[in-house]
């Protein structure tokens, strides 16, 4: 018989899960995620209160929760995924993890909001450091936060040409970017400011006449206000690692944890 770690499982969320350990899958881009400094991925699993675990490998994980990415799941129910520990980091990644939103119509925005609240400084009670990315490349959407010594640092979310959550001064990374900085300023201040920014720089671009080239716009964001999963990318790599680059690290097989998030 073969052994455990090499059986299928019974299949959820409409896929089967399998436990032969795997190398590391990139992923980011139209995905929420947090990096938490810690090797120990159970502890990530049960900070997080994750419900229905099982183990599952890279490629089973990442196809799961993009699945729930794709598909018309009730976000609540959508899986996440636990690596196992990359470099000092562990990742959980799925789109039922709340981001922080502050102001705006979305009442489901609203509420992740709420749980975000609730939840970050949770994790960051209990990690000396816990971050958080997201993007969705349909909305427009690009979300990062930091907690350092159980303290929260930094959050900020944009969706759709509004700045839905803004607080804490602009990380050293975030400023070494060429990320645009938006002081203490609201939300509704920071979205004003974004675009009045946004807008002269556009027309200086028309009077100009010249530009920018794809290799100008790869080197920076000084020119790039408009916030997207290149700066979520960026900024990741720049405060522990941008998982849209794990298929360039040399790592060993792992299997890491699928479950849910508990039912608010």
């Given amino acids: 018989m073969a052994s455990p770690r090499c059986q299928r499982a019974l299949p959820i969320w409409g896929l089967s899960v399998t436990v032969e350990p795997d190398k590391p899958l990139p992923f980011g881009v139209n995905m929420s995620w947090l ?12 900070a997080l209160g994750l419900i229905e675990r099982r183990p599952a490998n890279w490629q089973t994980g990442i196809d799961e929760v993009y699945a729930a990415f794709r598909t018309d ?8 995924f636990v690596t196992p520990p990359i470099g000092g980091w562990t990742l959980a990644a799925g789109v039922a993890l709340p981001y922080l939103y502050d102001t705006g119509s979305n009442r489901a925005g609203r509420e992740y909001g709420l749980r975000f609240r609730e939840l970050f400084p949770r994790l960051a009670s209990l990690f000396s450091e816990v971050q958080f990315f997201a993007s969705n490349s349909t909305v427009s959407f690009a979300s990062w936060a ?3 010594n159980g303290r929260v640092e930094r959050v900020f979310t944009y969706t759709d040409g509004e700045v839905n959550a803004q607080e804490g001064a602009q990380t050293p990374e975030e400023a070494s970017l060429g990320f645009l900085d938006l002081g203490s300023l609201s939300p509704v201040e920071a979205t004003a400011y974004l675009f009045e920014r946004f807008n002269a720089q556009q027309e200086q671009r028309r009077q100009s006449g010249m530009p920018r080239s794809n290799q100008e716009k790869e080197r920076n964001f000084r020119d790039d206000l408009i916030p997207s999963d290149r700066h979520v990318g960026a900024l990741a790599d720049a405060w522990s690692l941008d998982p849209s680059r794990l298929g360039d690290r040399a790592m060993p097989l792992g299997v890491g944890t699928l479950g849910r998030m508990p039912r608010a």
């Fill in 73 to 80: 799941i009730n976000q609540d129910d959508a899986p996440v």
């Fill in 35 to 46: 990096a938490i400094r810690t090797d120990v991925e159970g502890r990530v699993a049960d």
């Fill in 146 to 148: 930091r907690a350092r």
